[in-house]
């Protein structure tokens, strides 16, 4: 239990400023035996207060008549601030409905969809596009539901510099702190696009899409709102998603590409929750693969000091052999970016 407890505590930390509701919760939380025993419930290697808060978002998101939804922005049209009767009013739900959050706490996972972070990969891919001199078959590890493989699809504004497709019902802002980053009016053409996720969600399954909406915390309505629109735009065209690991089941869905397309493998954050081994041996495999085909390889660097921003490299082969480029660095869910090159 103590090992739960620090966890409810440091996002307690972690959601100050940005989640008063969660940071109160999450408080409280972590001084109560009971609601600890029911975070349990979640397997070892998994987010154990984002879970319990996401599954009760999701369960209080179809009982909005609890007084515990007086709290959550996302439900109440006038919420009200976190008080006295808020986390007894959580406690209360969450133990009333331990049996139906059981099964969420077992089976679901901390699978945001970070659709402002198309923001970054909107530049960062049109780089690749324009080395590669060709339409890209993108293929993305851990994506989740794919909204971000349809990153052409969406329109977006960098301080007031519109770009991307002008009609989508997605706008997404983004704001340029450093660089020149290229943003070109029209995004680059995409050969073909598929996701490898362990657990991929899908944007055609109620369920499915109640949970990504539910792990965005209750106070992010924009957040919120971009997702939505998101989502209505992948319900018409699914993006093509395959349920395996990302280092078994990777060779194949390259060999299916054929040998003259260019290749944007892309792994944002993914790959800070995998083990250290795994990591090598992607790295071994990608590497290889360069030498054999025109693949290029977007992948996450670690956050800079202080924790603010986290960064994307640049991997393809040159005469002179495997060359990294750091592209950029941003706000993990993609609200400015600064770019390096």
């Not at 179809?62 to 922005?73: S, V, W």
């Not at 992948?299 to 994307?312: D, I, K």
């Amino acid at each position: 239990m103590s090992d739960l407890r620090t966890q409810f505590r440091e996002l307690a930390t972690w959601a100050e400023g940005t989640s008063p509701l969660y940071a109160h919760l999450c408080r409280e939380a972590a001084e109560d035996a009971a609601l600890l025993d029911l975070a349990a419930t979640v397997p070892e290697g998994r987010q154990a207060p984002h879970l319990l808060l996401a599954a009760a978002h999701y369960l209080l998101d179809r009982n909005p008549d609890h007084r515990l939804a007086e709290y959550y922005p996302s439900i109440a049209p006038e919420p009200r601030d976190p008080d006295d009767e808020c986390f007894p009013a959580f406690r209360e739900f969450c133990l009333d409905h331990a049996d139906d959050l059981r099964p969420l706490l077992g089976n679901r996972r901390t699978q945001t969809n970070a659709v402002r972070r198309s923001a970054v990969l909107y530049p960062a891919i049109t780089q690749v596009a324009r080395a590669a001199d060709g339409p890209l078959a993108l293929v993305e590890l851990g994506p989740s539901a794919g909204l971000n493989l349809l990153f052409d699809r969406y329109r977006y504004d960098y301080d007031g510099r519109v770009v991307g497709k002008g009609d989508s019902p997605v706008t997404i802002e983004s704001s340029v702190r450093s660089g020149d980053p290229p943003l070109p009016e029209t995004p680059p053409d995409i050969h073909s696009r598929v996701g490898i996720d362990r657990n991929p969600l899908d944007v055609t399954d109620g369920a499915d899409r109640d949970w990504l909406r539910a792990l965005v915390w209750p106070e992010h309505g924009a957040r919120r709102a971009v997702l939505d629109s998101a989502l209505t735009v992948a319900r018409g065209d699914p993006p093509r998603l395959i349920e395996g690991d990302m280092l078994d089941d990777l060779p194949p869905v390259l060999a299916d590409i054929p040998s003259d397309v260019p290749v944007c493998v892309v792994t944002t954050l993914v790959l800070y929750q995998v083990p250290e081994e795994l990591i090598e041996a992607l790295t071994a495999f990608l590497e290889g693969r360069m030498t054999e085909r025109s693949l290029h390889w977007l992948t996450g660097r670690p956050a800079l000091s202080g924790g603010e921003s986290v960064g994307l490299d640049w991997k393809r082969r040159t005469d002179a052999g495997v060359q990294t480029t750091h592209l950029v660095d941003y706000k993990p869910h993609g609200a400015w970016l600064s770019w390096r090159p």
